[in-house]
């Protein structure tokens, strides 16, 4: 299961964020959301991953509205699954049959 982590301060590390969640379970997943640009300086948020939901569980419950470097986070469940690069921008293709009988006609 993943968790969404947000209103992080914007100097935590991803090794930071995964130690402070691994004591609740097996972290398979890190991953601290940056700008490409600006040196990636952490946007205040990022996911984990557990290997089990009762993990998960336990982080939520535990570390949600928790203050952490002077902020408050917020950690709940994630909505979303993150997108593959086979898949990320890609619409779903719809394939159109044209009526012959249309064909040519103005």
Known sequence: ???????LDYRITSTELRELFLVFGNVTECN???????????????????????????????????ELNGRKIVVRKAKAEPKTKANKGKRPRINVQRNPLFAGAN
Do not use: C, P
């Open 32 to 66: 601290l959301v940056t700008e490409k640009e600006n040196d990636h300086k952490s946007k205040g948020y990022g996911f984990i991953s557990y290997s089990q939901n009762i993990f998960a569980e336990w982080a939520i419950k535990a570390m949600n509205e928790k």
């Open 1 to 7: 299961m993943r968790v969404f982590i947000a209103n």
